[in-house]
């Protein structure tokens, strides 16, 4: 009876510890208690890795209390805001634009150690302001720094074009010392969910080391949905993503952090990857230009994904920037290292500088609205205002009329996530964490959907294939109105309804991911910030369809003010050099024009 009586009183003492786990942090992963301390509770192996990401800033760097408060209690964070908390030399050298910086550390006027130290203290207070950094590096930059002014100092010259140029990626990419865990609980302390590998911490994406032969230094590495299935950037270490430019909406996603860090000047550039718009959406919702390109051009190789084996519609990297300078540097720069002979994925092409000269007269096209959800006013007027300045630089617009997006509404999730996600779940259940709101429309009820039939999916492929053909035959077949006699250039067009959206308020992301169904090269333009004065919501407008009547009834002037209005110019596929010259001199002329 004695041990009868002491093990009802041990079950009962582990029923109190479960039901306590349970209020504390919701459901136990039950291995916890029954499978030999196998697992910790999530919430644990979260607050452990944001502990240690945050040791990685330096005492002096952290802001007080009082201004962390005050900037969650802001409407922006960016510009003024942010500039007024740095001291004068970190203000100055972050202030120079990414020409000056490669001027001054090329020339041996301005050492890499000084550009580093001021970009990853901006970085810091970016991170304590928006929490938009998975990992810090800091340590491991100052330290390349160094090395890259012992180099100048013994050969007199810099190491590469991109010397001392700091910069940050999607947690996507691996970087020798920073982990990556693509927001994933469960990746936390493995490779890719994998323990044991080996590989932990020593794997290197390829376009990582093109970077560092360049000269180019990672400070860290950007949050991201987990999953990157989503427009949205939320995760269970970080939380939701809100806009730097203003707080009240999304910085978009799947790569939200790197837009956000970029708005805040936090790196010098960034990368991020793109399947959907990930990169041009929050290009465009935190106001700074991208490159999305088209297959073939950046290595993405030993780089974490979701549906790794899916090849059709295949993720592509993204180059996010202060300018069009910026980004022509880094294709021109990633491209010199020839990274085909390393990655069979990567086509031959370097960086054609004939495709840069421009012709005395371009044909714009321009599509105001695809006929299934039209853009907010702000986005019209951005749109409107970008043909009018090509229009004074003597070229042509015409009206824009291809075939119609609803064949990338049909195509764009079969083949992306045709196979139900299953990579998905399993990475989520590694942790027991709960699935974040944004992607739980694919898991109903927390299950498995069903993947579509194989037969399915290469229907879905060949009608990719067709549309395809039918818009290129669109394309060419404008010659037959234009005054050149050529078919259109480049087309003005949405990169989505709105500006930043309102969270859980977006809803229709085709002016993005066709672009990848049509794997056309894409460069995002900020062009002018929402005005509520003059972005007056139309009562009479009728919407085209039920998502246009949900987009439409999302729009809030007042809310959106403030916030940037971007376009995106879409070039031929492969014509990427053709498309960021025609991004520049439509950026520059919009400068021009606001003086």
């Known amino acids: 009876m004695a041990v009868k009586s002491t093990m009802l009183s041990l079950t009962t003492l582990l029923l109190l510890s479960i039901t306590t786990f349970m209020l504390l942090f919701g459901r136990p992963d039950t291995s916890f208690f029954f499978g030999g301390l196998s697992r910790k509770c999530w919430k644990t192996t979260v607050a452990e890795k944001l502990e240690r990401v945050n040791a990685e800033i330096p005492r002096d760097w952290l802001l007080p209390s009082k201004v962390l408060e005050e900037g969650r209690g802001r ?53 304590q302001l928006n929490h938009n950094l998975l990992e810090i590096g800091f340590d491991l930059a100052l330290e390349r720094a160094q090395e890259l002014d012992d180099y100048f100092a013994k050969h007199k010259k810099p190491l590469g074009p991109l010397h001392g140029l700091p910069y940050t990626m999607k947690d996507q990419f691996h970087m020798k010392g920073m982990e990556t865990t693509m927001a994933y609980v469960g990746w936390v302390g493995t490779f890719e969910g994998k323990k044991g590998t080996g590989k932990e911490g020593r794997v290197e994406s390829e376009l990582v080391m093109e970077l560092n032969s360049l000269g180019a230094i990672p400070i860290g590495k950007t949050t991201l949905i987990t999953s990157l299935w989503g427009g949205e950037t939320n995760n269970n270490f970080l939380g939701y993503l809100w806009n730097p430019h203003n707080q009240q909406l999304s910085a978009g996603g799947s790569s939200g952090g790197e837009g956000a860090i970029q708005a805040l000047r936090g790196s010098a550039f960034g990368f991020g990857t793109d399947i959907g718009g990930s990169v041009s959406m929050p290009a465009a919702f935190n106001g700074v230009c991208s490159m999305k390109p088209s297959w073939g051009r950046l290595s993405f190789k030993d780089t974490a994904n979701s549906a790794p084996g899916q090849a059709v519609l295949p993720t592509v990297v993204g180059v996010m920037g202060p300018d069009f300078f910026t980004i022509r ?166 990169v989505s309804p709105h500006a930043a959206p309102i969270p859980d308020k977006s809803y229709y992301y085709t002016y993005s991911s066709i672009v990848n169904v049509l794997d056309l090269p894409a460069a995002v333009i900020p062009v002018t910030l929402v005005d509520s004065k003059l972005d007056i919501f139309d009562k009479n407008y009728k919407p085209f369809t039920e998502k246009d009547r949900l987009t439409w009834q999302a729009y809030d002037a007042d809310k959106f003010d403030g916030t940037p209005a971007s376009v995106q110019i879409l070039g031929q596929r492969w014509e990427e050099e053709k498309v960021v010259a025609i991004a520049r001199m439509i950026t520059e002329a919009l400068k021009k024009s606001k003086m």
């Open 75 to 127: 409407r922006e964070i960016t510009g003024s805001f942010i500039e007024s908390l740095l001291d004068q030399e970190t203000l100055a050298i972050t202030s120079l634009d990414n020409s000056e910086i490669l001027e001054q550390t090329t020339n041996g006027s301005l050492t890499a150690v000084r550009v580093t130290r001021a970009f990853c203290k901006r970085a810091a207070f970016a991170h």
């Open 329 to 494: 540097k880094i294709f021109e720069a990633t491209l010199s290292t020839q990274p085909w002979l390393r990655d069979p994925d990567v086509l031959p092409i370097p960086w054609r500088k004939e495709l840069e000269e421009l012709p005395t007269k371009l044909t714009f096209g321009l599509l105001l609205t695809d006929g299934i959800v039209s853009p907010h006013p702000p986005i019209t007027r951005a749109l409107r205002e970008v043909a009018e300045i090509v229009k004074s630089l003597g070229h042509e617009v015409v009206m824009w009329e291809p075939p119609s997006h609803n064949a990338s509404v049909v195509i764009h999730p079969q083949i992306a996530r045709g196979d139900g996600s299953p990579d998905v779940l399993a990475n989520i259940q590694l942790s027991g964490e709960p699935i974040i709101p944004q992607i739980k429309n694919l898991f109903p009820g927390g299950k498995l959907r069903a993947p579509i039939p194989l037969p399915q999916f290469e229907n879905a492929t060949l009608y990719m294939k067709d549309f395809r053909k039918q818009y290129q035959a669109y394309w060419q077949s404008t010659a037959e109105f234009t005054r050149t006699g050529l078919p259109v250039d480049v087309v003005i067009a949405p």
